[in-house]
């Protein structure tokens, strides 16, 4: 029974570490823009279908699919941010505008998967072979001793970009006063453009890396999206530190429901515990980054 | 000085409920003895449709909160309904009020807390909450027949029939949502989307209003659903998943924001197209998202709004040219 | 014009609020009675507004007390001290643009209970039925002054609390202004009066409380603070004692 709970707790824990990965490139992005990515699960998907077909159609190894997908995230994250986001800024249009387009991308692109791709699961081999492997007593997939530093990684990467990188730290800047960061010569236009980048190839290589563990396919986006903004939400809009232990927190409870109560009602559970985190703590647990005061 | 035109003073934003009555009775009229089936069914629909509409016009227009999830409401009117006149054998106005029971305290319990804050915390939640609902209506085989879902529902009646019904329903809506515009609840609404903190300055809790009108919205979208159960007498979960709010959505975008009857423009438009397609299918949903992008990046009044594009275009186009024309004087 | 001294209607106990690394107030205290007109008054960045948004429930304070009737209100929500007859107007006249005048007033009736007493003088500045349908975002700033003003002396007043009501306004519509927030006064109401047009304040002020940097720091009757050598350095600069009615 305790290998069962460790199991499920360490793989809550490797989900949960995606989720806070993309908890962060959704702040990143509402950090730098004001605006909430709903589209942000797509990346993911993305970058597991760039990899399939790049292994799947073009015969590719593993490392340059992994490539392809990063590529295939950032460029498509350029797409929309100019296509998309930068021409709604002419009108200075409410915020919600940004919230129902960001929404409508998501679906575009998912139904875009749909029709090209179908209704069928996308597989990928794990990238060290199927065996298993020992850690602390429990059998794992291999997959989970890659998974588990990427994401380390990265968020080590990332916080290290706000802190020391200019551009990281003109970002924090804009989203702590914007109008500020622009007096000292900040251009917050480029600025949305990095954060989207980033945030875009971020989430395709972490999709590369996910999808042998949970295959890819057209719906997967929208979960993923809101789970990663739960997370953001729980940590403090913007709080990076936050999002990962939201992320965990999350992953962990979807990971026992899953495996004690049934993994049929493992979305329901899920959610309502963000619903219920979200109706009762709607400021999250840690201080965000963003005042969100409306000046009297 | 030319005093400045606002919608107060333009006549006719104050739609006149009579006129809507009449308007509607009229509809109803031609319908039922000039129009051929295919006409009856597609304006069954839109009518359906037009309640939600209306309901998240008030969201977005007055209380400026988008809603993700009003598939959630939509289902579980329709489900309320489905059960309530299948499994207890209630008379179909008890099940629909059923529905409108439950949704209404779930958008309480969801939205008051939740509008106090940014718009995107009520997205988010409210896109939790129509997954949550589809998930419990997909597994909760004992209770809604799962997937297989629920047929046998009582019918709303013949083509005719039932389009008499919708349209009765949704022009009694309308008249009632007029008059109510009229009266004081329509100042709050209109001063709520004007300035909220000015309204708490008057004593108004801006939180309050914004969660009757969520609840108001909830409640349109269950009766919707209600009636949608009884037009298909089948029903099952997956009409009632994401795409469907992506629907709700795409109405609300494009009739804009702001007046009464611009839902009913949205509805209208949207409504055809389930109506031509049959169901949700997958090129259904890519179109509603181009649309959305499509509308709010080059209509972003929606499309009553176009009126005052091409006119502002116009001005713009003539004081360039103007410009232009002054400038290519040698000084 | 003698004030009745009761007990103050409003009492502003030790607030200190800060934002960040800015102490916008720090131990502030003072108190307003009935029928009188306080003015707050201080340089730029002083923190007058601040201690508007605390009062009336847009700010909570990190320490201190504020007592309306002798009763806490801190952290009170806005539209609850609204109900209880704290009011106040804002540094930029927030009317409900798409409403007519009258609607504004209704939408006040509809919060804080229908009351004509206190906004009637206030009503017949603004040119009562001349332009009480007229939509108020086609009032010119004065107008959109006094509809507020209006609106926040319908029903319950206990205490209003102007944030700059001078501010974008010609000679003509000052006086019509002083005399308004006299009359106001008059019907037994407190009235603070914030404002940079020291001219304005020292007209109309029976006293006066100097703001800088959060903390007060001189409080009295016009003329003792235009003399107050710490006023006249810090902010008032000389001959203003000129202007004070003794």
């Known amino acids: ?209 996910l999808t042998p563990i949970t295959t890819t396919h057209y719906a997967i986006g929208l979960s993923l999206t809101l789970k990663a903004f739960a997370a953001a939400i729980l940590g403090g809009l913007g709080n990076f530190r936050g999002a990962v232990l939201g992320g965990c927190v999350i992953g962990v409870v979807e990971s026992l429901t899953a495996g004690l109560i049934s993994s049929h009602f493992k979305d329901v559970v899920t959610f309502l515990f963000i619903l219920v985190l979200l109706v009762a703590l709607p400021r999250g647990l840690l201080h965000s980054l963003v005042e969100e005061r409306e000046r009297v | 000085m030319a005093e400045r035109k606002t919608p107060a003073t333009r006549r006719g934003v104050h739609v006149d409920p009579l006129a809507i009555a009449f308007a509607g009775v009229t509809v109803i009229a031609i319908g039922w003895f000039f129009f051929p089936p295919y006409w009856l069914t597609v304006a069954t629909i839109m009518a359906m449709y037009s309640l939600p509409a209306l309901g998240l016009l008030l969201l977005l227009g007055y209380a400026g909160q988008p809603s993700f999830g009003h598939a959630a409401f939509f289902g579980l009117g329709a489900y309320a309904s489905a059960l309530a006149t299948t499994k207890l054998g209630w008379p179909s106005l008890a099940g629909a009020g059923l529905g409108v029971a439950v949704s209404a305290i779930s958008a309480f319990i969801v939205g008051l807390p939740l509008l106090r804050v940014r718009g995107h915390y009520l997205a988010i939640a409210t896109l939790a909450f129509a997954i949550i609902v589809q998930g419990l209506l997909e597994n909760l085989t004992w209770l809604t027949n799962g997937v297989a879902g629920i047929g046998r529902i009582p019918s709303l009646g013949d083509t005719d029939v039932a389009f008499v019904i919708t349209l009765g329903i949704a022009t009694v809506t309308y008249v009632i949502a007029a008059i109510i515009d009229h009266g004081r609840v329509g100042t709050i609404l209109r001063a709520l989307g004007d300035d909220e903190i000015a309204m708490a300055s008057c004593g108004i809790s801006p939180v309050i209003v914004k969660t009757g009108v969520f609840v108001v919205s909830a409640v349109l979208a269950s009766v919707s659903g209600s009636i949608y159960a009884h037009y298909l007498t089948y029903i099952s979960p997956e009409s009632f998943d994401v795409n469907a709010s992506v629907l709700f959505v795409t109405m609300m975008i494009i009739g804009g924001t702001g007046r009464i009857w611009a839902g009913l423009i949205g509805a209208i438009v949207i409504g055809a197209i389930p109506a031509m397609l049959s169901d949700y299918s997958s090129y259904s949903a890519l179109f509603y998202g181009i649309a959305i992008i499509a509308v709010l990046l080059f209509f972003p009044n929606g499309m009553l709004g176009i009126g005052q594009q091409i006119r502002a275009g116009i001005r713009s186009f003539r004081r360039r040219g103007a410009a232009a024309s002054a400038g290519s004087k040698p000084e | 014009m003698s004030a009745e001294r009761n007990d103050a209607i409003l009492t502003v106990d030790g607030i200190s609020k800060r934002f960040g690394g800015l102490q916008a107030v720090s131990r502030l205290s003072f108190e307003l009675f009935a029928g009188q007109v306080l003015g707050l008054i201080g340089p730029n960045g002083a923190g007058k507004s601040t201690v508007i948004n605390l009062i009336t429930g847009y700010e909570t304070p990190d320490t201190g007390e504020i007592r309306l009737d002798g009763k806490r209100i801190n952290g009170k929500a806005s539209h609850a001290l609204s109900q209880l007859g704290l009011r106040r107007t804002f540094q930029t006249p927030r009317v409900f643009k798409r409403l007519s005048v009258r609607d504004n007033i209704t939408l006040a009736e509809i919060g804080t209970g229908r009351g004509t007493e206190y906004n009637a003088p206030v009503l017949a500045a603004l040119g009562g039925d001349a332009v009480i349908d007229l939509p108020a975002s086609s009032l010119p700033m004065a107008g959109r002054r006094l509809v507020e003003l209006a609106r926040a002396c319908t029903g319950t007043v206990k205490a209003v609390l102007l944030d700059e009501p001078s501010t974008g306004l010609v000679d003509d519509e000052k006086s019509v202004m002083k005399s308004v927030i006299r009359a106001i006064a008059a019907k037994n109401v407190a009235v603070l009066v914030v404002a940079h047009d020291i001219q304005f304040v020292l007209d109309i002020c029976e006293r006066i409380v100097v703001l800088a940097l959060g903390t007060k720091l001189a409080e009295g009757e016009p003329a003792e603070i235009t003399r107050n050598p710490q006023v006249v350095e810090a902010y008032l600069g000389v001959g203003w004692d000129r202007h004070a009615q003794a």
Do not use: H
Not at chain 1, 9 to 31: E, F, R
Not at chain 1, 64 to 70: E, K, P, S
Not at chain 1, 90 to 112: A, E
Not at chain 1, 159 to 186: D, Q, S, T
């Open chain 1, 1 to 209: 029974m305790l290998t069962t709970i460790g199991q499920l707790l360490l793989a809550g824990l490797m989900i949960g570490l995606i989720y806070g990965v993309v908890a962060i490139c959704i702040g990143v992005i509402y950090n730098a823009t004001q605006i909430v990515n709903f589209a942000q699960g797509e990346y993911i998907m993305i970058g597991g279908v760039a990899a399939w077909v790049a292994v799947n159609w073009w015969k590719m190894p593993i490392w340059a699919a992994t490539l392809i997908a990063v590529a295939a995230g950032a460029v498509l994250a350029i797409i929309i941010e100019r296509g998309v986001i930068n021409l709604a800024r002419r009108f200075r249009p409410p915020m919600f505008t940004y919230v129902f387009l960001t929404f409508g991308v998501s679906i575009v692109l998912s139904n875009l998967a749909l029709l090209l791709f179908g209704k069928n699961p996308m597989a990928l081999d794990p990238f060290l072979g199927w065996e298993p492997i020992r850690f602390a007593g429990l059998s794992v997939p291999s997959q989970y001793a890659l998974v588990i530093p990427l994401c380390i990684l990265l968020v080590s990467a990332l916080v290290l970009f706000f802190a020391r990188v200019r551009i990281g730290k003109a970002m924090r800047a804009a989203a702590v006063n914007e109008r500020g960061a622009m007096i000292v010569g900040i251009d917050t236009a480029k600025l949305s453009m990095v954060a989207f980048v980033m945030s875009g190839a971020i989430s395709a290589l972490v999709g590369v890396f």
